[in-house]
């Protein structure tokens, strides 16, 4: 049988147009005049397969890849509480090997997996005076994310507490006035 890159020979034809074969492998054909065959090809196809992985959410999707025809990956198409998308990974909690909408050129086929970024918290307070008590309160993406605050007036920056959760009551130092 003849071989050629990327393609699987399915047999011969009578004529160099032709995409299913008349003669087959293995087989015989009667021959009482000059005759030319032709090889019929196959192109080989590979699967690319999304799966949401363990913390995701979303339903198992699949892409076919043709051989050196380059395919455009899936986009964002898995959810995560707290997370957002940002890319693919060879493996379920593996680093990124893709971004999303890539190219993808490999001849092979391969399963692919998101992989998350943590959605930003949010932090608010209310105006208050310095030398009195305020409440900061962090409106978190995820229960169980922990954030380290820190602030910067003016010239002035310091760490406030670290590890906190939902809220933090913090009272801004008098020395602050100082960088009005």
Known sequence: ??????????GWALSSSASDPSYYPGGSISVTSQTTLYAVWRV??????YRPGTDGSGTVATDTKTY???LTLKGAIFSRTGYTQTGWAASDGGAQAYAL??????NASITLY???TATKSTVS???GTLGTAQTITITRYNTSFTHTLTFKY???TGTIATSVGASYSWTPPTS???QF
Request: glycine letters at 6%; proline letters at 8%; a positive charge.
């Open 44 to 49: 080989i196809t590979y699967t690319i397969t």
């Open 125 to 127: 307070t209310t105006n």
């Open 114 to 116: 998101p992989v998350w």
């Open 68 to 70: 050196n025809v380059p």
């Open 176 to 178: 602050l006035a100082d």
């Open 1 to 10: 049988a003849p071989s050629r890159a990327g393609h699987v020979f399915r």
């Open 154 to 156: 003016g010239n002035a």
């Open 101 to 106: 909408s890539a190219s993808y050129t490999a």
